[in-house]
């Protein structure tokens, strides 16, 4: 099983549309990320939370601690908007230091 | 703003060569990561070093080894490539580890390495 699932794997809206986009996680973690990336390869950070909710934009992004999930929300969803979502989580390595663990992605098709 | 950059956006090498693959950040940032992005397996840990010559496995190490002379600079190093290394290499970097800084990588255009 893998430390992080995201779902769906794939999502299609229609314009204007709210979005959903879920990630689980199975270890413990001292922060979760959620990255965007675009065709072409570029990855950009959205969010970095560790508690609560992170609101920029049109983007919101929520952790429930206890039962290890995040969401990130987009409101009126745009074409632009289409790109992979990553979850990732912060963890501790072996030897002390710190990592992400990611999840597969979730390809989002925002159409006009 | 900060600026990771990349060697290469694309590289064709053949199997068995030493691939040397670059990256350059300008933030002073003390930790590198590289990793590989694969279709349905999402990114890996390859490598990361949190300092100059200070070096750590990631979850794929197998195959690779890494470079660090300058804090600038990390370079991924392929001994003898061969056709399952062919991927998107993504190299990051981020300012400081540690629980109490809660901090973003920064990641690179990444290069699309293929293996004949």
């Known amino acids: 099983k893998n430390e992080v699932e995201q779902s769906p794997q794939n999502l299609t809206a229609q314009e204007g549309e709210f979005i959903t986009i879920n990630c689980s996680y199975s270890?413990?973690?001292?922060?979760l990320h959620w990255l965007q990336q675009h065709p072409g390869g570029g990855i950009v950070s959205l969010f970095m939370?560790?508690?609560g909710k992170k609101k920029h934009g049109r983007l919101i992004a929520t952790i429930n601690i206890q039962e290890k999930h995040s969401s990130l929300h987009i409101t009126a969803s745009h074409p632009r908007d289409s790109a992979v979502y990553i979850c990732?989580?912060?963890?501790?390595?072996?030897?002390?230091?710190?990592?992400?663990?990611f999840g597969k992605g979730t390809k989002l098709t925002v159409n006009p | 703003d900060v600026k990771v950059t990349q060697s290469s956006r694309y590289l064709v090498k053949r199997t068995g060569e030493k691939v040397f693959l670059e990256c350059v950040q300008d933030?002073?940032?003390?930790?590198m990561f590289w990793y590989r992005q694969d279709p349905g397996l999402g990114l890996r840990l390859i490598y990361f070093s949190y300092d100059v010559k200070m070096k750590e496995k990631g979850d794929i190490p197998e195959g690779y080894s890494v470079s660090r002379e300058k804090k600038e600079r990390f370079s991924l190093i392929l001994e003898s490539a061969s056709t399952n290394q062919t991927s998107m290499y993504l190299c990051?970097?981020?300012?400081?580890?540690?629980?109490?800084?809660?901090?973003?990588?920064?990641f690179g255009p990444g290069t699309r390495l293929t293996v004949l």
């Open positions: 270890v413990g973690i001292s922060a």
């Open positions: 990051a970097s981020s300012l400081i580890l540690g629980l109490a800084v809660y901090n973003e990588q920064f």
């Open positions: 990732a989580v912060r963890v501790i390595t072996q030897g002390g230091s710190e990592k992400l663990v």
């Open positions: 933030m002073d940032h003390e930790n």
């Open positions: 939370l560790s508690s």
